[in-house]
């Protein structure tokens, strides 16, 4: 049996407040009969529709996965196409120049499947047996740190990781740039077991994800004026006890 806890949330940045601009940042968690789906998505900034950019593409990717598990043994390849096909549709009348956006997601299929995928800044992490998985780091040689959606020419531009957790305990989280750049390296792992601690003192979903967005809302960086999304995940597998044990019968 599986304890699943999650919370999710997204705030406009101080200087958007100020200016009455909408949040460019959009974030999404959707639960399927086959898993879940987690997507965050950091429009730019200097773009005019910028914030419906990262509406679609969190749509985009929830509905890309959808379609892509129901055809068996499809290669995860198919839900980048996927995607950038979708997105297009919906941000239609608009020119996707004018929709650039960010786009980070991840899956987590009940087979112990985990797909993370990620083109622009932002951060995800998977915290598995003890060992923290970055997909993709700041700096790195590889991948475009500012490469919009719009603008990947192939699946190399992606960063793309699947990942078999099978029966085990573990974490996910995934932020956008706002969020991930304030985040002490060192104590990335530290800081996802705070924000389980902090949403598990609730019982309902939406008192959870109320507890992240006052935590975003009341940033601690004074100096960090960007739109910030998160998202906190977190399987515990509850194992079967003998029922002759002290805890026979309990479960969550």
Known sequence: MNKIDYAFASVPGPAHVANNLPNQDAVRIQPFSFGYVFVVADGMGSKKYSDIGSKAA??????????????????IHHIIRLVHVLWGLY?????????????????????????????????????????????????????NETMPLHSAQTLNDWAIKQFNVGQDDFMLFLGTDGVAEDIIEERRADY???????????RKQKRRNLCIKKKLKTWANPNNTDDKSLIIFSRKVIKDV??????AGVFN
Not at 106 to 119: D, K, W
Not at 242 to 247: A, L, P
């Open 58 to 75: 969190t749509k985009a990717v929830v509905e890309a996965v959808k379609d892509w598990y129901h055809k068996d043994s499809a290669p």
């Open 91 to 143: 941000i239609e009348p608009y020119a996707s120049n004018d929709c650039a956006t960010t786009c980070l997601f991840g899956v987590y299929l009940h087979n112990g499947t985990v797909i993370l995928a990620q083109i622009g800044d932002g951060v995800i992490i998977l915290h598995h047996q003890n060992e923290l998985h970055v997909l993709k780091e700041k700096g790195d040689e590889y991948y």
């Open 192 to 202: 996802m077991q705070y924000l389980l601690d902090e949403i598990t003192k609730y």
């Open 242 to 247: 003998d029922s002759r044990g002290d805890n």
